[in-house]
């Protein structure tokens, strides 16, 4: 359940892009990756072993890393937005990959076992950290993300962003800036990310450059997919039966990726709405506009 928690936060920025902007990002493993590597700099290299101090600083370092990237990458809509931000995410997994002295290269960067509200668990054991503490401030952030996510997203802001979604051209005949509100949304997401990221490294105790790798920008991708953009809490659905899906299979064949990627394509195609489709059926379904 700690990937589901930490993936959780991260979807729920990816689906305001995704989901209410009608933009979909092939590289938003680079401000995972953001978040991961700002939590083992700031464990290993400048000693802040506070959590609450790491997600602050991740979501914060990927909202400063994003501002530059999203005003080049909402200029564009559709494909050309999607090819950018892979782009971009691969020249920060390059960069990772090849700056080895700062980055650790492929072996990455370890992780020190961070302090949860001011209190110092080194002493206890690995598994009952992670199985009692961690995963309550896991679950405690998620909690955060969701209230302040569905805050932005039933504002006044997140109806602007889903008429631009549906027609960009009447948003901008009423008075609104189409580039600077997917601007926002763009550097809003990767915040999120950030700290979904910065949530990542503490269980495994190291981070490395394969989170920044495209194909973790397409397993974020399918995993809104798998549960349904359309709706608030299907990208949450969609992690955990990604997550579940992929640990089951695993555990009981060798080639689990041709019966994984098997049965999410049989999802997809007989779910077209997602998971969260599924439940809506007989009703009607709000579904994001490209």
């Known amino acids: 359940m700690l ?21 979909v990002s092939f590289g938003h493993a680079l401000f995972i990756g953001v978040g991961a590597y700002a939590g083992a700099f700031l464990t290993g290299r400048f000693g802040v072993r506070h959590l609450e101090a790491i997600v602050l600083v991740a ?94 997203v039933h504002s006044p802001f997140g109806l602007c962003l889903r008429t631009i979604r549906d027609n960009p051209v009447k948003a901008e005949t009423l ?24 949530l990542l490294g503490p269980p495994t105790g190291n981070v490395d450059p394969t989170l920044a790798y495209w194909t973790h920008s397409g397993n974020i991708v399918f995993m809104t997919l798998l549960g349904g953009f359309g709706s608030f809490f299907g990208p949450l659905l969609g992690a955990f039966v990604f997550i579940y899906l992929q640990d089951f299979v695993m555990s009981l064949v060798p080639y689990w990726r041709l019966v994984f990627g098997a049965i999410l394509a049989a999802i997809v195609i007989f779910a077209p709405g997602g998971l969260m489709g599924l439940f809506a059926r007989g009703r009607p379904v709000e579904v994001a506009r490209g």
């Open 3 to 23: 990937p589901f928690m930490a993936y959780g936060v991260v979807l729920l920025g990816l689906n305001l892009l995704f989901g209410y902007s009608g933009l």
């Open 59 to 152: 979501g914060g370092l990927g909202a400063l890393v994003a501002m530059p990237v999203g005003a080049l990458c909402v200029r564009y809509v559709k494909i050309y937005f999607g090819m950018l931000t892979l782009a971009f995410g691969m020249v920060f997994y390059t960069f990772l990959l090849k700056f080895y002295r700062l980055t650790g290269g492929d072996e990455g960067m370890p992780v020190l076992r961070p302090f949860l509200l001011g209190q110092d668990l080194g002493a206890m054991p690995k598994t009952d950290y992670l199985a009692g503490p961690y995963y309550y401030y896991s679950l405690a952030v998620l909690v955060v993300a969701v209230l302040g996510m569905w805050r932005i």
């Open 175 to 198: 008075g609104v800036s189409v580039t600077r509100y997917r601007w926002f949304a763009f550097v809003i997401s990767a915040a999120y990310a950030a700290a979904g990221g910065a």
